[in-house]
């Protein structure tokens, strides 16, 4: 190969740094904006350090000094990139100075301010209010508009001056657009819930569509059905001409949506119906996004029912409140950016593998790493029990263990935002894959047998490592929706960090 032809590879590799560097800075800027919002300080000195030391681990020895210039260069550049872009307003879409909110009874557990943060630049606020408390918010509120949620999507429409076709229609109002006596009651979650459907590529036109409730997301939906061309739809309350006593007249549904609670946090692990029973079924909408997978979703899916939660009409609807709020056009695509942002930022990490394999040091690496909590279920039990999970185990049996490990998993799983290392053999009790997996991403730690320690663990010293790895291999891979690596537990939650794409 001649000069020319060495020029030409340089050119093509430049080509593909130029992208890449752009591509680079686009995260950076979704970062910027980011952090702005949640008042995050720009610079991570240590994490800058752990990434670097891990870079340099994979460099040809003869390269590292250049590429340690290299990567600090590119750490500054975006710094500094990062700093100009906190100086003004993030570029957020819809920027105003107005304040707007949403209006509930309990609200501690929302999304909607982490979900507004994305779709436009203004104050958001949660304010719970009880039914004697509505007219007073109503009128002397400094909000510019606002959202409504449970228990007050009929109860707002009477102090609405004007009222949109589709709010008239459903009856039902959940955005809120003026000020005391100059009110505009609009309904965004029809949007939101055709959204849901549509994104789904489920067509529910000439299919029989179950629907299970017939509170106050029901008449939205039913007018979402209608639209959308349903060839039947059904309706289960508890009180109904169809009910739940007689539900078995339509186990022939295609089609089954969720509005009720059933299953909601804080009561996670219930079910309205047994939903083996519709042999027809092919989809399941559940409308509970908290948790991110309902037991009814869990059960769906192991049925080979395409189930999905209700995280995406949530971020439609909101998307629609917001251009309402601003004044302006948001794209459509912005609802999946929305939808993906909330999820990895409330979703778990859960840690399975081996005792020894390093699930509490990774994990609390991890958790530090991504800004979440960390919780430890031995640590738990043993708090909680005053009692180490090895001394529990010797006096009481694994048995009798496993059963508190499962009382314990049944509250730590239900939590949003979290690092949690399980114990080596939580795999060994099926009930609590739904827990594992009802707020979380489960990762398997894999690790050399040879490399784990036996030491004050009664299980890994009554059988051999062999043994008991072969007992629960296939559900620690059953289980997992990653495997990753952990010979070396310093750069797991590196591994991880990565492979999630946090």
Known sequence: MNLDDLRKEIDK??????????????????????????????????????????????????????????????????????????????????????????????????????????????EYGLYEKQPDQLYDFVHNSDLDGFN????????????????????????????????ANNLTGDNTDYYGFRYMIERSGINPEGKKVLLLGDGGSAATIKAAIQDMNAGCLVTISRRGQDNYGNI????????????????MYPDNGKTVIDISSFKKCIALFDLIYNPAQTRLMYEASKLGIKAYNGLSMLAAQAKKAAELFTESVINDSVIERVVEKVAKKTGNIVLIGMPGSGKSTVGKALAELTERAFIDTDEVIAATYNKSASDIIKDKGEVFFRDIETKVLEKVTKQSNCVIST?????????????????????????DLSLL???????????????????????YLGWSDYQIDCDDTDKAHLKIYEVLGL
């Not at 957020?92 to 309990?106: R, V």
């Not at 109860?155 to 039902?172: E, F, H, Q, V, W």
């Open 13 to 122: 590799i430049d080509d593909k740094l130029l992208q890449l560097f752009q591509e680079r800075m686009g995260i950076v800027k979704d970062i910027a904006e980011y952090k702005k919002v949640h008042n995050i300080p720009i610079l991570n000195s240590e994490l800058e350090k752990v990434k670097l030391s891990d870079i340099i681990s994979k460099t040809d020895d003869e390269l590292v000094s250049y590429t340690q210039i290299l990567f600090n260069t590119l750490f500054d550049i975006s710094k500094s990139y990062q700093e100009k872009l906190n100086i003004s307003k993030p570029a957020a879409l819809g920027y105003s100075d107005k304040k707007f909110g949403l209006l509930g009874a309990e609200l501690q557990h929302s999304y909607s301010p982490l979900i507004h943060s994305h779709l436009g630049d203004y």
């Open 453 to 475: 320690s036996t030491l004050d663990r009664p299980l890994s010293q009554q059988n051999t490592l062999e043994e008991l790895y072969k007992a629960r291999k296939n559900n």
């Open 423 to 447: 114990g080596g053999g939580v795999v060994t009790k099926e009930r609590n894959r739904y827990l594992l997996r009802q707020n979380g991403i489960v990762v398997f730690l894999k690790r």
């Open 248 to 263: 078995s007249n339509h186990y022939d549904s295609d089609i089954i949506i969720n509005s009720t609670p059933v299953g």
């Open 148 to 179: 409504v949620t449970i228990p007050y999507k009929k109860d707002i429409m009477k102090y609405c001056n004007i009222l949109t076709p589709i709010a008239k229609r459903t009856g039902s109002v959940n955005t809120v657009i003026g000020r």
